[in-house]
């Protein structure tokens, strides 16, 4: 998320862009009917159930996101037989850089190429977005939208407005503090308060509204000055919404004092990441500046390609 936390759930546009770390899905047909999952990336290992069962009883954390994908997919084009998924990735679901909503996308994805059923991209996300609500309740689907177009986006809440942005590069920093919240439980914070000060928390949104457009015209001139200017700008609301921390200030602090141009936390906030810009002659000492406080740089780049299917 580059602009827009928390007010894109409530209607307000936002601007996010996709990663270039990347999770891989596979599917096969089973015999049995059943759902198969290995993923031993986040330690599970021979989870089977009956397809008759899914999204029924206890099912583990680590197996919601595809067996809710699965389940969702299943019927809404009346599926039978079996299914083995395997999933794996090349950074931490620890991290908060949408992982639950990549491999959401991936199996859809997936289940599309491998039963022939063609979905377009809006399809996709509209399948994925279904299934993030199934499970969490509330979102935005930002993150599924970046997982399936890829690129940069200028987004609005469940999808109404999907728009790209034309640019060749996004040249920010990430890092993460070490520590994972969970978005539902933030949302559901910054809904109280919403319940108890709604001119207030209203006004803070507008705000991130008016900063979302002009982060898109500042990143399409490549003005990565203004850009951090507004990243300052959109890091303070955040704050007044109470979901930043000590530790994420310490670390966008830490990267403005070595040089950057501008600093914020990326995401529901509590944990996670931070995202920078800075400066080409800046980047290593804002980079060792947010290490000293504890953050870890996440070697990515930005604007990165979405869903594909390969061979």
């Known amino acids: 998320m580059l602009f827009g936390e928390h007010a894109v759930v409530y209607g ?18 089973l015999d049995k009917p059943v759902l198969k999952i290995e993923a031993k990336d ?30 969702n997919f299943f019927e809404k084009y009346d599926i039978a037989g079996g299914i083995k998924i395997e999933t794996s990735s090349d950074f931490s679901a620890k991290l908060g850089l949408g992982s639950s909503s990549a491999t959401i996308v991936c199996v859809i994805k997936a289940l599309s190429e491998l039963f022939g059923i063609e979905l377009d991209k809006k399809g996709i996300f509209d399948l994925s977005y279904k299934t993030i609500l199934d499970i ?16 940069t986006l200028y ?26 919240d969970d978005t539902a439980t933030l949302i559901n914070q910054v809904s109280k308060k919403t319940a108890s000060f709604p001119k207030v928390i ?11 457009e002009l982060g898109m015209n500042a990143t399409l001139n490549k003005d990565w000055k203004t850009l951090g200017d507004l990243m300052n700008f959109n ?19 830490a990267a403005i004092d070595a040089g ?9 906030g509590g944990g996670d990441c931070i995202i920078a810009i800075a400066p080409e002659d800046k980047r290593k000492a804002v980079e060792k500046a947010i290490e000293k406080v504890g953050g870890k740089i996440v070697e990515t780049d930005a604007n990165a390609p979405g869903v594909r299917v390969e061979e």
């Open 202 to 212: 209203e006004g803070i949104y507008c705000q991130i509204q008016l900063i979302v």
């Open 12 to 29: 307000h546009p936002c601007l996010v862009t996709a990663i270039s770390r990347r999770i891989l899905v596979s599917a096969e047909r």
């Open 260 to 268: 950057a141009w501008g600093a914020k936390l990326s995401g529901a």
């Open 155 to 180: 987004f609005v809440t469940g999808g109404k407005t999907i728009k790209p942005v034309d640019i060749d590069s996004l040249p920010i920093i990430v890092a993460y503090s070490g520590i994972k």
């Open 42 to 71: 986040i330690k599970l290992k021979g989870y089977e159930k009956e397809l008759s069962a899914l999204k029924k009883g206890a099912v583990p954390k680590e197996a919601q996101f595809v067996e809710t994908a699965v389940a």
């Open 136 to 151: 969490q309740g509330k979102g935005s689907g930002f993150d599924a939208a970046a997982a399936v177009y890829g690129g």
């Open 235 to 253: 890091q303070g609301c955040l704050k007044s919404l109470g979901v930043s921390t000590k530790k994420l200030s310490d670390m966008v602090y």
